[in-house]
């Protein structure tokens, strides 16, 4: 009996440790390991495009480096946050991180109730619905460099702008307003990208079940009352979304003062993201321009997960 006993612990054993084996396995490929499969080109699409140059930053940050000509090997010595030290004591890093808080004032709150009031506006439409969808989505497939041209002949000197406001137009004029400038862009960016946060709203409207509105209705509550109880509450996801994207978004902006005027009128319209270019292509210094862009990685980090938090709660 003894000798039988001995016999059969093994094979006890193994068949208690083939289940574990087999959760540790299931725990790290998951219920489905054909959607690690068929995942895994785009894993390494973001390894080598994004990891791989962000990591590369990282280390440029902290190192005293600089081009080369091909094959010439140079030494680059570490340096500490010295080069974080020489961009917060630079006041043009300075003004261009004020720049990109106020542009972040404007669009984001912009942004949002301009996509959630037209989505409402385009929920209730009955006729046309389509075509609406089409004409709000168009500036946001339209090339930046085509719809800043128009803006470029409407904003100058003797833009259409101008003349329609006559007398009370700025002096200087737009483009060349250190106080307009940026707002000016900030509203763009808001336009161009408006149909893309419109449909989104619009989707998250459209899947709120009726009978909420019923009864509130019902309950006597005014569109007010509906507005605050029911559709914000609904909509609150697609919001942090919004918010989420659009602070993303203020962090990326290069195109546009780029384009309008090159970061002025006197570092008016100046970013982050147009100063890591000047400073890492335009003057030679790719580990000044890798310690702003780790700024501003943090800066955007931050500043997400506060918005989070505002617009989530307690379920962020």
């Given at each position: 009996?003894?000798?039988?006993a001995?016999?059969?612990?093994?094979?006890?054993?193994?068949?208690?440790?083939?289940?574990?084996?087999?959760?540790?396995?299931?725990?790290?490929?998951?219920?489905?390991?054909?959607?690690?499969?068929?995942s895994?080109?785009?894993?390494?699409?973001?390894?080598v495009?994004?990891?791989?140059?962000?990591?590369?930053?990282?280390?440029?940050?902290?190192?005293?480096?600089?081009?080369?000509?091909?094959?010439?090997?140079?030494?680059?010595?570490?340096?500490?946050?010295?080069?974080?030290?020489?961009?917060?004591?630079?006041?043009?890093?300075?003004?261009?991180?004020?720049?990109?808080?106020?542009?972040?004032?404007?669009?984001?709150?912009?942004?949002?109730?301009?996509?959630?009031?037209?989505?409402?506006?385009?929920?209730?439409?009955?006729?046309?619905?389509?075509?609406?969808?089409?004409?709000?989505?168009?500036?946001?497939?339209?090339?930046?460099?085509?719809?800043?041209?128009?803006?470029?002949?409407?904003f100058?000197?003797?833009?259409?702008?101008?003349?329609?406001?006559?007398?009370?137009?700025?002096?200087?004029?737009?483009?060349?307003?250190?106080?307009?400038?940026?707002?000016?862009i900030?509203?763009?960016?808001?336009?161009?990208?408006?149909?893309?946060?419109?449909?989104?709203?619009?989707?998250?409207?459209?899947?709120?079940?009726?009978?909420?509105?019923?009864?509130?209705?019902m309950?006597?509550?005014?569109?007010?009352?509906?507005?605050?109880?029911?559709?914000?509450?609904?909509?609150?996801?697609?919001?942090?979304?919004?918010?989420?994207?659009?602070?993303?978004?203020?962090g990326?902006?290069?195109?546009?003062?780029?384009?309008?005027?090159?970061?002025?009128?006197?570092?008016?319209?100046?970013?982050?993201?147009?100063?890591?270019?000047?400073?890492?292509?335009?003057?030679?210094?790719?580990?000044?321009?890798?310690?702003?862009?780790?700024?501003?990685?943090?800066?955007?980090?931050?500043?997400?997960?506060?918005?989070?938090?505002?617009?989530?709660?307690?379920?962020?």
């Amino acid at each position: 009996m003894s000798t039988l006993a001995r016999a059969d612990r093994p094979a006890r054993g193994g068949d208690t440790a083939s289940p574990r084996r087999g959760r540790r396995l299931q725990r790290f490929f998951g219920e489905n390991p054909i959607g690690l499969l068929l995942s895994s080109p785009y894993v390494a699409f973001v390894a080598v495009v994004f990891l791989v140059p962000f990591g590369f930053g990282i280390w440029m940050s902290f190192h005293d480096f600089f081009f080369t000509a091909p094959g010439v090997a140079a030494e680059h010595p570490f340096v500490g946050f010295e080069n974080f030290a020489a961009v917060l004591a630079d006041p043009q890093v300075r003004q261009a991180f004020g720049n990109l808080g106020l542009f972040l004032v404007i669009n984001v709150p912009l942004t949002v109730v301009l996509a959630l009031v037209f989505a409402m506006g385009l929920d209730a439409v009955v006729h046309w619905k389509g075509f609406f969808r089409v004409s709000y989505y168009i500036p946001y497939v339209t090339a930046s460099v085509a719809t800043l041209t128009v803006w470029i002949f409407m904003f100058n000197g003797p833009g259409v702008v101008n003349q329609l406001l006559g007398s009370l137009a700025p002096d200087p004029t737009w483009l060349a307003n250190q106080g307009l400038i940026m707002p000016l862009i900030a509203v763009y960016v808001t336009w161009k990208n408006l149909g893309f946060f419109i449909l989104l709203y619009l989707a998250a409207l459209q899947n709120v079940p009726t009978e909420l509105h019923e009864a509130a209705e019902m309950d006597g509550a005014g569109a007010w009352q509906r507005l605050r109880a029911v559709t914000l509450p609904a909509v609150r996801p697609v919001t942090s979304l919004v918010v989420l994207l659009s602070i993303i978004t203020t962090g990326q902006i290069f195109t546009e003062p780029y384009l309008l005027t090159g970061g002025g009128p006197n570092g008016a319209s100046m970013t982050p993201a147009l100063l890591v270019y000047q400073k890492g292509i335009q003057q030679g210094q790719p580990d000044i321009a890798a310690a702003i862009g780790m700024i501003l990685v943090v800066v955007v980090m931050v500043v997400s997960l506060v918005s989070r938090r505002l617009t989530e709660g307690k379920n962020a």
